[in-house]
C-alpha cells in the first residue's frame, strides 16, 4: 500500500478540528489534539502518521500503558512496577504515560514501557506524547538512516534490522487505515 511509502519527515497541516473528532471516545488520547499538533511541529513528524501510531500501539487510547502505570524506585535506585505488595517500599512514585510503545519489548511489554517512561520523565500524557514524538524523530524519521517511511521504520533497506521499530511483520500494514481516515 502507498501509504506504507509515505513521508513522514514533516507536519501535514490537519486541522485540530478533525484530529478532535479522531480521537474523540479514543481513552486517555481523547482531548490531546494539541499536544499532537505542538508535537508533530516541533519534531517535524507527519501528524496523520503519529495519531495511527498511537492509536495502534495504545489499543485506540485504553491499554495500561496509555491509561497510566505507577513505578517507583526500590531500595537500590532502580524503577519497578508498583505492586500492592511492594508500594510501601518504594520512593519516587510516579503513574507514567507511554502512547507509542517505546520499550515495551515482546518479553514483558508493560514492565519495558513503563519504566522507560518513568526514566524519561513521561509522567502526563502531553509528555508522552512530546517524549515519544521526539524518540521517534531522532531515532528513526530524521536519523542517519533517513527511515522516513513506515516501511523503512519496519525494515530499514538501508541497514536491515536495524534500528527497527518493531518486531510484528504487519506493524507498518495495521497502521495505514488510520493514516487513510486522516488523510
Known sequence: DEFQHLLLSSTVGVPNSQIRQLLSEKGVLDGTEQDFIDATKQYNVNEAYLLAHALLETGHGTSQLASGVEVGENSNGNPVLVTSSNKNNLRNIKRVYNMFGINAV?????????????????????KA???????????????????????????????????????????????????????
Not at 106 to 126: E, F, K, M, V
Not at 160 to 171: N, V
Open 106 to 126: 515482546d518479553s514483558n511489554p508493560l514492565r519495558g514501557g513503563a519504566i522507560h517512561a518513568y526514566n524519561q520523565g513521561w509522567d502526563t500524557p502531553r
Open 129 to 183: 506524547i512530546f517524549g515519544g514524538a521526539k524518540f521517534i524523530s531522532e531515532r528513526y524519521i530524521h536519523n542517519s538512516n533517513n527511515q522516513d517511511t513506515l516501511y523503512k521504520m519496519r525494515w530499514n533497506p538501508a541497514n536491515p534490522g536495524f534500528p527497527q521499530y518493531a518486531t510484528d511483520m504487519g506493524w507498518a500494514a495495521k497502521q495505514v487505515s488510520h493514516i487513510k481516515s486522516v488523510y
